[in-house]
């Protein structure tokens, strides 16, 4: 091969980082090996001695990876018979790189995506304990909710930053179970039709903590779904912390002034002394470029593959690895910055205290005296009208007017919008404990289910 096909084709300056799991799934090979006659008692506990050196030179350092050498898989492989002898070229007995790599890079993909899901549920802790710090009962701190980002309704702040937590959960979630799916192994597949040995897939899979063994060799060596399942729960994962990002930008901004961030999680500017830019937030925001990018570009380079393994599949890691990467830096960096910063109270309850927000509970006072909705639309509207055109306050007007009166004014006064917000999941006190409640317990269930996962 010449030195140029070699640097085009090598994979190992980026799927080195698989070496763990292509150590453990040869260990289980070679486990399996012995344990069905293939090769000997004496080859298999060599073939573990080499390995545990090995494993202990990659992780201090000294081992020597070779571009010549193609893969994380060869280099190990070729280490293995240096140190090995015989019983290290035993080893490639009834397997291919084809199962092996599929073998490995499902390992990795479980693992990280279990660290992944445990970033999202640190986040919606510290999403939680804003929320707690914010409160959820009555004279908790409450702001404006807006609809096409125009002030529509008050909301209380534990409710809005909960609304993103209940969005990580569903993450939390669709990870748990791209994982489950992913959870099967592919070793004893071999290249693409298994093998004429006594080999044992079931052994293998059990050992390696899979739910199970392939069925199908083919569909087995050529199946990337829980690559582009992986890379779809990132990007969908990275569009929920876009949205957060964005609103954090505006947060921030002395326009709106609702929030104030640490030193350590925002940057100054090289020109310009005064500023404090929520850089975080904005990567975050433009990061899901990104995952998307990754996303679309492995979906692309699967579409045209016929079974069953093509070397198009080494295009599988590089996205995977960025992807998992950038999302956990993300993850952490969002949660210290949200952490670390600080709300302005008497700002988001200002803005909250905007009278024409009351405008609802004006019309659906009137629906409680026997007026049909619409009706009462049309006289709340006239007299919003009314003080925008006079400049007189709604309270006011609503006090001054026979329709309205003493009592509908009341509903007018600061705060007195948001304890308004009384229906089951909405925005106020009251229904502001149970949804605490509840969220405990989704979070308690995700703590759960990430616990058995780190675990395997
Ligand atoms: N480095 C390859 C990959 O990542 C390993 C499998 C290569 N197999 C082969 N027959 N060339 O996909």
Do not use: C
């Not at 791209?178 to 070793?187: E, F, K, Q």
């Not at 009314?386 to 400049?391: E, L, R, V």
């Not at 229906?423 to 995700?446: D, K, M, N, T, Y």
Request: proline residues 3%; without cysteine; hydrophobic residues 45%.
């Amino acid at each position: 091969m010449s030195e140029l096909v070699q640097r085009y084709t090598a994979s190992v300056l980026f799927d080195k980082r698989l070496w763990q799991a292509d150590i453990t799934a040869s260990l289980a090979h070679a486990e399996m090996l012995s344990h069905q006659g293939i090769i000997s008692k004496e080859d298999h506990s060599a073939i573990a001695q080499g390995m545990a050196q090995i494993w202990t030179e990659i992780e201090n350092g000294s081992f020597e990876w070779k571009l010549a050498l193609e893969d994380v898989h060869l280099n190990i492989e070729a280490r293995l018979t240096q140190l090995a002898g015989d019983a290290g070229k035993r080893l490639h007995t009834g397997r291919s790189r084809n199962d092996q790599v599929a073998t490995a890079l499902r390992l990795w993909t479980r693992r990280e995506l279990t660290l992944v899901a445990g970033r999202v549920l640190d986040l919606i802790d510290v999403l939680v304990a804003s929320a707690d710090a914010a409160g959820w009962g009555k004279g908790s701190i409450y702001m404006p909710g807006y609809t096409h980002l125009q002030r529509a309704q008050p909301v209380q702040l534990s409710h809005h930053l909960a609304a993103h937590a209940w969005s990580l959960l569903r993450d939390t979630d669709r990870i748990f179970s791209a994982i489950d799916r992913g959870n099967i192994s592919p070793l004893g597949a071999g290249a693409l039709a298994g093998s004429s040995l006594p080999i044992d897939p079931s052994l293998t899979a059990k050992e390696m903590g899979f739910r199970a063994a392939f069925v199908n060799s083919l569909d087995a060596v050529s199946d990337r779904d829980f690559v582009a399942e992986a890379l779809f729960n990132i990007a969908l994962l990275g569009v929920h912390l876009s949205r957060l990002g964005e609103e954090w930008v505006l947060w921030t901004t002395e326009e709106f002034g609702f929030a104030k961030l640490d030193d350590a999680y925002s940057t100054g500017s090289s020109m310009l002394p005064q500023k404090k830019n929520a850089d975080i937030a904005e990567l975050a925001r433009g990061k899901s470029g990104r995952f998307i990018g990754n996303l679309t570009g492995l979906l692309t380079t699967l579409k045209g593959l016929p079974l069953a393994y093509n070397r198009d599949l080494q295009e599988d890691k590089e996205p995977l690895f960025d992807s998992v990467n950038q999302v956990k830096l993300a993850l952490s960096a969002l949660s210290g910055m949200i952490s670390t910063a600080t709300f302005n109270k008497d700002r988001m309850q200002l803005a909250a205290d905007d009278q024409l927000m009351a405008a609802t509970d004006l019309a659906e006072w009137m629906v409680r005296k026997g007026i049909p909705f619409r009706q009462a639309h049309a006289h709340v509207g006239e007299l919003v009208q009314q003080s925008i055109k006079t400049g007189k306050l709604l309270h006011d007007l609503a006090l001054a007017s026979e329709l309205f009166g003493k009592f509908a004014a009341e509903l007018i006064a600061p705060g007195v919008g948001v304890s308004m917000r009384t229906s089951p999941g909405g925005a106020g006190p009251v229904p502001g404990e149970v949804q605490r409640q509840q969220l405990e317990l989704a979070i308690e269930v995700a703590r759960g289910e990430w616990e058995d996962l780190l675990a395997i």
